[in-house]
């Protein structure tokens, strides 16, 4: 058997966390699915309350682009939909017309609240199996 470079191991290491990520990310859009949530539209829900979380904090689209794993364009057109549900309000920024803002509503929160515990289990089971917990 020939002995693993170490581009090998590192490339092997790195399809290993693509994997983890893939399965945690189905298995998260798989619990939320009842909900009319996917994996993505949580993370931005997510954030906003962690970074908003008083009624009516408001945060900028553009703080968001660097934290969710989508383009700005697929990012815009998810907080899009969420707005349609009526679980985030967008703005326009008054000191920057080009600057939006986005904040949760009292819908979004609640739902957030709701499955919050539901993505976390995921976690805890998916990273757990992933350590051989």
Not at 36 to 48: K, N, P, Q, R, T
Request: with cysteine; charged share 30%.
């Amino acid at each position: 058997m020939a002995v693993k470079t170490a581009d090998a191991r590192l490339e092997e290491r790195w399809r290993d966390i693509l994997a983890v990520h893939a399965r945690t990310m189905c298995e998260i859009d798989r619990a939320l699915h009842p909900h009319g949530l996917g994996a993505s539209d949580f993370e931005v829900l997510d954030i906003l309350a962690t970074e908003s979380p008083a009624e009516g904090d408001q945060c900028r689209v553009q703080n968001l682009v660097g934290r969710v794993h989508l383009s700005q364009s697929a990012l815009s057109r998810l907080i899009g939909r969420l707005e349609k549900d009526g679980l985030v309000e967008r703005s326009v920024c008054a000191d920057d017309r080009r600057g939006v803002w986005v904040a949760l509503t009292g819908k979004g929160r609640a739902l957030h609240a709701e499955v919050l515990p539901l993505q976390r289990a995921v976690l805890q089971r998916m990273l757990s199996e992933q350590q051989g917990e």
